[in-house]
């Protein structure tokens, strides 16, 4: 069983790492079907905001025309500064 401190909701995630500017946003966004996560070498397709993302994660979408490919380092206690939020994911090659 995961504990609360080592799982976030997907939406929340992305809000405190800046992805979106409102949670209501990266909640929407969650539920497009456009965000995929691998975990444990299995990719899935997430479709619900709140579908659970934790550390080692890596997490793959487009947000325009910019395709962003993540490793989540951290889940976050706050939407913090900008520098804060740099340090919740590490950008995969």
Do not use: N
Request: proline share 1%; with cysteine; aromatic share 8%.
């Amino acid at each position: 069983m995961e504990s609360a401190s080592e799982t976030c909701r997907i939406d929340v995630w992305l809000w405190r790492a800046r992805f979106f500017k409102t949670r209501a946003l990266s909640a929407k966004f969650a539920e497009s079907g456009l965000l995929r996560q691998v975990r444990f070498g299995q990719t899935t397709r997430i479709q619900k905001a709140g579908h659970a993302v934790r550390i080692g994660d890596r997490l793959t979408f487009a947000i325009g025309t910019r395709l962003i490919d993540v490793r989540v380092l951290s889940i976050g206690d706050r939407r913090g500064p900008a520098s804060e939020a740099q340090g919740l994911y590490t950008v995969c090659e």
